[in-house]
């Protein structure tokens, strides 16, 4: 029997033990073993809770039962959760967790001590919650060299504009109503100002190049300034405004990574993933494009992948599966080199102005506004920014185009 | 070093074989040790080809050399194919396939061949090319009860039903045009029929219900019979036509499966999944649905997925990885149970019938069609085709709604 401890008992915590509970047979099969819960760590008594039993509130009983072999470690945080998680691992016990902060910040350390312990340090949850896109990078497209990552991986912030898109709501309506639903913190900060996707996109460009991309490295831009104007010219423009994350190998080895909202042509295949979805473009040079898809968070499809990787370290005993993020820092290249198209609400009656800024780019026009769009041609991050720089006042909004 | 052979060297034989020499460094790195091709099994010389020097056309000289641990078998059919897999198979080497109609017709029987001989036989390449959605079943999804798989797996009728809407073109004529572009056979029988998709998801609801689904029991429909008028009421019911499979567990652990064009609102996933690109969803009871997408087809990402199995073999060196389809038969379900709306297209003037025939359903228009389009409520499949039957000559074409 393979007998797992889950460290904490919040969402993700009780979604583990529910999942485990409902899909014992599954799981079991495919572990090789029956999957069984010990232990629960919480702070926290839950009289009455069916599983009180398994409940403590000492690390130390986990770390020194011989029959716990694998940790769940769903607490977050980036505190007791990396003492334990290194704690756990030195003692050779392998740790599957949805923490992406932790992963972010320790991943390529935590890893290694797990090489060392010849256990496991598993993170699949931490990245687009149930959709297996740690796994399609590990180990499913093993034959490619990965060249960029393209994603929608915060569902908050995807959530907010496809309802200022659909439904024509403003940002503080939208944000307002995805607090009433439990889609947004009530500080939405991390969503909205971009760090979530930040420390995902740190650990997808970390396992793409092998080193380790620090989230602090990323360039990062929330959604918070999109209007509703911006919403109306991408219409006209046959676009729709997605909150991306973009992550791109260049030839001399380094990498591209960016947080920022982008118009995407309505045909893209992530143009479509709306609502709380999250999809994630990997190119491969020989595959070209694979998209996943699927449910970025909520208690079961997170927790239903953490337990994929308790399934996994099952399977692999004595042996670590994933080892390729080391602490070497990756080259993170200045995007200001990077080449694209521009949109730009400027104030109206700037169109001769912008013609000249940017020749050979288009206006484009939305009944009953006060202002004007603009779409440049595809230019150097720097020299759009330049530019923007010197039409001062006259630039009341801008996007990147995908 | 990991030395392996190659049996077929052409389309996919050639990819892999470029695949294994374009990405040699991260392929080494994923498998833990240097991934080589020795031998290339083919009956024809290929004098001035780089890897002349490995062609040999014995195959017991690739079985009888201890060195080659893994083959690589896309010569398809089921001929010498299965003589060699299962010899190899015998001999303790592992066999990476991309051969739908052996996997499909003899998977069960060779997987617990491999499972007596401590080694393994894997078929990522056989469905849906380079999207590695045999893994995502197998072992990544591992914490799920997976309750359905809707898609598209074949790219030839999907390339011939996005030109008919897209482009107006009739059946004949997007017929052609995939067969000049090579990506129809010249005898289309096996993609239009609906075949090559029967084989897949033969493949698939195996996996699903850990038990063998043979070919012959999938309700097979085909597009040969589908029409641009089928297509114009699709797109007035803000629907499309697509290629699907369905596998779907019931209740009592039996499986609908069936493939067959389907009208699919705009709106589903699978409606944008175009041209020859194929997607799945999967659904799973914790995590919802998940999709999968991309390039269905062609040379390198079939062989990337080959050659993605190559290291999954060599990184687990006497160890069986996948063994979750045995040789007992499914319940293969009735279909006629099953409940869904139709789309029915009748003569002119058909209208009264009809509505009387299916009370509640709805008339769609189209402008200056000489027959009239209608949608029948949610009904049981048993219960349409008797009211079609009893329709006669009325109906000119139906076509199931997802």
Redesign the interface.
């Known amino acids: 029997m393979i007998k797992i401890a889950v460290l904490g008992y919040g969402v993700v915590g009780s979604g583990v033990v529910e999942?485990?509970e409902?899909?014992n047979a599954?799981?079991s099969?495919?572990?090789g073993d029956e999957v069984a819960v010990k232990y629960i760590l919480d702070l926290r008594d839950f009289p009455g809770d069916p599983h009180e039993d398994k409940i403590v509130h000492d690390f130390d009983m986990i770390l020194k039962d011989p029959e716990v072999s694998v940790l769940c470690e769903v607490m977050g945080g980036v505190g007791p959760a990396y003492q334990y998680t290194k704690r756990a691992l030195e003692a050779g016990k392998s740790v599957c967790t949805s923490n992406k902060e932790l992963v972010a910040l320790h991943g390529a350390e935590l890893l290694e001590l797990a090489v060392a312990n010849r256990c496991n340090y598993m993170f699949?949850a931490s990245v687009g919650g149930?959709?297996?896109i740690i796994?399609?990078v590990n180990?499913?497209?093993?034959?490619?060299?990965i060249q960029a990552v393209t994603g929608i991986l915060n569902g908050t912030t995807n959530y907010i504009l496809t309802k200022m898109a659909k439904e024509g709501m403003d940002y503080s309506q939208a944000l307002k109503q995805a607090q009433e639903l439990g889609y947004a913190e009530r500080n939405p900060e991390a969503d909205v100002e971009g760090w979530d996707a930040c420390r995902k996109l740190a650990i997808l460009s970390s396992l793409m190049t092998?080193k380790n991309v620090s989230a602090g490295k990323i360039r990062m831009e929330g959604i918070t300034k999109i209007s509703k104007a911006d919403l109306e010219y991408a219409r006209v423009a046959k676009m729709v405004v997605k909150p991306l994350v973009l992550g791109k190998m260049l030839e001399d080895g380094s990498v591209v990574a960016m947080v920022a909202p982008f118009m995407v042509p309505e045909g893209h295949?992530l143009a479509?993933v709306d609502d709380v979805f999250n999809g994630v473009l990997v190119t491969?040079?020989?595959?070209?494009?694979?998209?996943?898809?699927?449910?970025g968070a909520g208690k079961?499809?997170t927790?239903?992948?953490?337990?994929?990787d308790?399934?996994?370290c099952a399977k692999h005993p004595g042996k670590t599966v994933w080892c390729?993020w080391n602490q070497e820092e990756a080259s993170v290249a200045d995007s200001s080199q990077t080449r694209r198209a521009f949109f730009v609400r400027a104030a109206a009656g700037s169109q001769d102005v912008l013609e000249k800024a940017f020749p050979e780019g288009r206006a484009l026009l939305r009944s009953g506004g006060e202002d004007m769009g603009f779409i440049t041609p595809v230019m150097k991050e720097g020299e759009f920014d330049a530019k923007c720089a010197e039409l001062g006042d006259a630039v009341l909004g801008c996007l990147r185009i995908l």
């Open positions: 999942v485990i409902r899909n599954e799981i099969r495919k572990a699949e149930g959709i297996p796994r399609a180990s499913a497209l093993t034959a490619e060299r092998g295949p479509r491969g040079n020989m595959l070209g494009d694979a998209m996943f898809y699927g449910r079961l499809p927790a239903s992948a953490v337990v994929a308790v399934v996994d390729f």
